[in-house]
């Protein structure tokens, strides 16, 4: 009796669930009561047929949507859905269209009466166990059943399923730190080193979503800290974040052709990405996410990601060069790269298996497996050297060129770096951009701020750059900026006033550092040329380094008197460090280049230095204003400075 009963029990609930997903609650939609419009629940329970989730006059909870219910009875009998199926070449899941059958439909109500993942403690445990399940149990499927994919879909299918449910544990990251962080990484490097592409993708998607960037509070953020510890952290082979940069090399050889693959190489980019961002707040607010080291440092002893997004560069990938830059801009990696023209190349500890398996088969290997990262670089800029970036995809990639090339420069304690720089004809490219007056020569101008001397030197005597210098110096002529045709005019006018803003800057700086470099040893007579292009056609550059030494000499005053004025209405303590880097930051660093500038050409033509104190006394000043300057930056100096002597002298000899 009691076998009969059940029967009857179970034959009642699968016609009941048939029906829901036959019709859903569609058909009793107009006799529909108030309770059953609205269904209280205070978090989201999985979707409900005819119903959405939100917050409205009756609370939190599901409300039924009256809008779409004519449409869903129409479409309840047409619709059809995709059967998943494993393509034995590729050992992936694959979707294809078929007519729905008495099995799916079985399995559709199965699953509408599936619990749901709970976001709690206890919900993540038993997440954890399900995953924990179903890896192990396809693993052994797997190695049962290995030439017959067929006898592990389904479990393949189910691990798919679970590893989408921890998708939902992103808005509440905290509960994560409830497993055991041994197990937690244990379990996720195994999911991370399975052979189908399609599981590793949807794994990268979870754990990119763990540490996305939203509005967070304090306890979110420790949250973030431990979780973005725990994927650095190694286990006895490798960490979470080390596996993941190693699939990039299982993911890129149809990256182009697959767009799962493509996305499942964004989401480890930009995992790393917020990891970078993240660290460096991190870092500020001293709570690294390692003790002794920066993840960039820990990124290229422990990866070769470096490498592979280099090798990105001829592809044009964005994200790609984005992470890169974010990457060089951390000062301390630059001990780890001995040089930059012959990085290693990528490996990957999930790729050398084939890599071996290739060298077998007798194919020849490229003489030298060795980057140019130089070389590399200067091409991708090479791309706008005659033309404008024409979307926002393009503009973004060569700034970022840019900001990579100036990272290496400015980073690179050695001359050797700038060595190479000048033998790939790096000035010559930058030269070149400017003389088309393309966007790539505006924020290349950066790149000739230098403080290696024979690069000063080869700019003047060989390359004559002080004729592509002198007319943006003087607002004669100046490389365009891409406006976008999405930008509306008052974006366009803003972004012109900046733009013009940067050149002169950028020009400024540029003179201040030959300045510094050359010297009366320097060959071609170069040191006679530059102090000669001042005082042309009646020293009309002399006036204008002139008229902007006082311009900036006034927005520093000002910014140091805004600092004082918000520190006393806020009753802050005033910190005389802080006060400086506001005034250098709003022009004081410009103001004191103009004025050893001036010291240059004063100190080696007595017409420069009789013209600078005429011109300065009819602004009401003197040769006092260019000492102030230059005391300012002894003082700032550190003892070893290499130019601290020179503006000693110039002090001196003023």
């Known amino acids: 009796m009691n076998g009969s009963h059940d029967?009857?029990?179970?034959?009642?609930?699968?016609?009941?669930?048939?029906?829901?997903?036959l019709i859903g609650n569609g058909g009793a939609a107009s006799s529909n009561t108030d309770s059953e419009q609205f269904l209280?629940?205070?978090?989201?329970?999985?979707?409900?047929?005819?119903?959405?989730f939100g917050t409205s006059a009756k609370g939190t909870g599901y409300y039924w949507d009256t809008h779409q219910e004519k449409r869903e009875e129409r479409a309840t009998h047409k619709k059809k859905r995709k059967r998943i199926t494993i393509d034995e070449g590729r050992n992936e899941i694959k979707s294809i269209p078929a007519r729905i059958t008495a099995e799916e439909l079985l399995e559709q109500a199965e699953q509408a009466n599936q619990k749901r993942v709970e976001l709690s403690d206890r919900g993540i445990r038993a997440a954890h166990a399900q995953l924990r399940k179903w890896v192990e149990k396809n693993a052994l499927e797997r190695a049962e059943h290995f030439e017959h994919p067929e006898e592990y879909m389904e479990?393949?299918?189910?691990?798919?399923?679970?590893?989408?449910?921890?998708?939902?544990?992103?808005?509440?990251?905290?509960?994560?730190?409830?497993?055991?962080?041994?197990?937690?990484?244990?379990?996720?490097?195994?999911?991370?080193?399975?052979?189908?592409?399609?599981?590793?993708?949807?794994a990268c998607r979870v754990i990119a979503e763990w540490m996305d960037e939203d509005d967070e509070d304090s306890e979110t953020s420790s949250a973030r800290l431990e979780i973005g510890q725990r994927l650095v952290e190694g286990s006895t082979t490798s960490s979470i974040l080390e596996l993941m940069v190693s699939n990039l090399g299982r993911l890129q050889p149809n990256w182009e052709e697959d767009e799962e693959h493509q996305k499942g190489i964004e989401d480890i980019l930009t995992l790393l990405e917020n990891l970078l961002e993240f660290d460096v707040q991190q870092q500020l607010e001293e709570r690294p996410l390692l003790k002794n080291s920066t993840l960039a440092l820990w990124l290229v002893k422990k990866t070769t990601v470096l490498s592979w997004l280099v090798q990105q560069l001829p592809a044009q990938h964005g994200p790609s060069v984005q992470v890169l830059a974010l990457l060089l801009q951390q000062a301390d990696?630059?001990?780890?790269?001995?040089?930059?023209?012959?990085?290693?190349?990528?490996?990957?500890?999930?790729?050398?298996?084939?890599?071996?398996?290739?060298?077998?088969?007798?194919?020849?290997?490229?003489?030298?497996?060795?980057?140019?990262?130089?070389?590399?670089?200067l091409q991708a800029m090479a791309l706008f050297r005659k033309r404008q970036p024409t979307t926002t995809y393009e503009l973004e990639f060569l700034e970022n060129v840019v900001l990579c090339l100036a990272s290496i420069l400015t980073f690179s304690s050695d001359g050797?770096?700038?060595?190479?720089?000048?033998?790939?004809q790096g000035l010559e490219l930058v030269l070149r951009c400017l003389r088309e007056k393309v966007h790539a020569g505006g924020i290349g101008l950066g790149l000739l701020e230098t403080n290696h001397r024979r690069t000063c030197e080869h700019f003047i005597s060989n390359l004559q750059g002080l004729k592509q210098i002198f007319p943006i110096f003087m607002q004669r002529s100046f490389p365009k900026p891409a406006l976008l045709s999405s930008d509306k005019t008052k974006q366009q006018k803003k972004k012109k006033a900046h733009w013009l803003q940067k050149l002169e800057q950028h020009t400024i700086a540029i003179l201040y550092h030959l300045t510094q470099h050359i010297t009366a040893d320097s060959p071609d007579d170069c040191l006679q040329r530059l102090v000669c292009k001042f005082l042309e056609n009646d020293c009309e550059k002399l006036d204008r380094l002139i008229q902007l030494l006082l311009k900036y000499e006034h927005k520093a005053r000002r910014a140091e008197y805004n600092y004082y004025r918000f520190q006393e209405s806020e009753d802050e303590t005033e910190d005389p460090y802080n006060a400086l880097a506001a005034k250098l930051e709003g022009g004081g660093t410009?103001?004191?280049?103009?004025?050893?500038?001036?010291?240059?050409?004063?100190?080696h033509s007595k017409a420069a230095h009789t013209h600078v104190l005429e011109t300065l006394q009819l602004h009401q000043s003197g040769i006092s204003l260019i000492k102030i300057a230059l005391e300012e930056m002894l003082q700032q100096a550190e003892k070893d400075h290499p130019q601290a002597q020179m503006w000693q002298n110039y002090l001196q000899q003023l």
């Open 416 to 424: 050797k770096t700038q060595e190479q720089f000048l033998q790939a």
């Open 40 to 52: 209280p629940s205070a978090t989201w329970q999985g979707p409900k047929a005819g119903y959405y």
């Open 590 to 603: 410009h103001f004191q280049y103009c004025a050893v500038i001036c010291a240059f050409c004063a100190i």
């Open 155 to 202: 479990s393949e299918l189910t691990l798919h399923q679970q590893l989408e449910s921890y998708a939902g544990f992103a808005t509440q990251s905290s509960v994560l730190l409830t497993i055991n962080n041994e197990e937690f990484q244990t379990l996720w490097l195994e999911v991370l080193a399975h052979p189908n592409i399609d599981i590793v993708t949807t």
């Open 333 to 377: 990696i630059y001990d780890e790269v001995a040089d930059w023209t012959k990085l290693p190349p990528y490996s990957s500890i999930l790729t050398e298996d084939e890599e071996e398996a290739t060298s077998k088969e007798g194919r020849k290997k490229k003489a030298d497996p060795n980057i140019d990262f130089m070389e590399l670089l």
């Open 7 to 21: 029967t009857d029990n179970k034959r009642k609930q699968m016609d009941a669930a048939l029906d829901e997903v």
